[in-house]
């Protein structure tokens, strides 16, 4: 039996693992699937406070006191930055790494470093709309069709604009390599977001350094969502 921690993007919740955990589980393994500070059923701990290095302990937190070992780390989007930061804490808990969608971080960086141009505009939209520290979803994170659209634009909620800012500080900044890893590219954006993401943030890309196992899914960034099988089935490899 394999031990899973997914570790949702920014604007989610655990919520959006819903239609992957039973696949997993399925398969006799553990899943978790933890909602980060201030976000969906957590929205009411949303402060100008809550940052990278908060939803960094969340999922130390959970690890540890659940006492898991052999972890498969799973993180969507934003979640990329997370599971290096618990990585580089806890290095002998973790099995495999897994970045869905996501770029891998480096030591220091921060979102706004990766991707200065989407962030100043998200910060400029927290100044204006969000008190200057939370920033409203907005878009379908490649969720086209219901009921899934509606559950995703029902379910998302503000996401703290310091956990786009605050940089990732590591202790061994070589750690992602030290471990078996996985990348995950969603390849349904359409020719033109995709040369857009290639412009914004072309660290989103898929990782060409050595070690790396590549797979690809034909969909929209939220595979969990409209492809949860394919996306278990990718994970299920892993094991």
């Known amino acids: 039996m394999a031990t899973?921690?997914?570790?949702?993007?920014?604007?989610?919740?655990?919520?959006?693992?819903?239609?992957?955990i039973p696949f997993l589980e399925?398969?006799?393994?553990?899943?978790?699937a933890p909602?980060?500070?201030?976000?969906?059923?957590r929205a009411s701990e949303l402060s100008p406070e809550v940052g990278l290095e908060t939803h960094i302990q969340d999922i130390v937190g959970l690890i540890t006191e659940k006492n898991l070992h052999?972890?498969?780390?799973?993180?969507?989007?934003?979640?990329?930055?997370?599971?290096t930061g618990v990585v580089d804490q806890v290095p002998?808990?973790?099995?495999?790494?897994?970045?869905?969608?996501?770029?891998?971080?480096?030591?220091?960086?921060?979102?706004?470093?990766?991707?200065?141009?989407v962030i100043g505009l998200l910060r400029k939209q927290a100044q204006?709309?969000?008190?200057?520290?939370?920033?409203?979803?907005?878009?379908t994170y490649g969720v086209t069709t219901e009921p899934d659209l509606s559950w995703v634009l029902r379910s998302v909620t503000p996401q703290p604009l310091k956990t786009f800012e605050q940089p990732l500080h590591l202790k061994n900044p070589a750690i992602v390599s030290a471990k078996p890893r996985t990348h995950i590219a969603c390849t349904g954006l359409g020719c033109f977001r995709s040369l857009m993401r290639r412009i914004l943030a072309r660290r989103a890309l898929p990782p060409t350094e050595a070690g790396w196992r590549q797979r690809q899914l034909p969909t929209g960034h939220?595979?969990?969502?409209?492809?949860?099988?394919?996306?278990?089935d990718l994970l299920l490899e892993v094991v």
Request: glycine share 14%; aromatic share 8%; charged share 15%.
């Open 4 to 20: 899973f921690v997914l570790v949702h993007g920014g604007w989610h919740g655990g919520w959006c693992w819903q239609k992957v």
């Open 26 to 32: 399925a398969a006799g393994h553990e899943v978790y």
């Open 35 to 41: 909602t980060l500070t201030g976000l969906a059923e």
């Open 70 to 83: 052999g972890v498969i780390l799973v993180g969507h989007s934003s979640g990329g930055m997370v599971i």
């Open 92 to 117: 002998e808990r973790i099995a495999h790494l897994v970045y869905l969608d996501t770029f891998v971080p480096r030591d220091g960086e921060s979102m706004a470093d990766v991707s200065p141009v």
């Open 128 to 139: 204006s709309h969000g008190d200057g520290y939370k920033v409203a979803s907005r878009g």
């Open 222 to 232: 939220c595979a969990m969502i409209t492809m949860p099988r394919e996306l278990a």
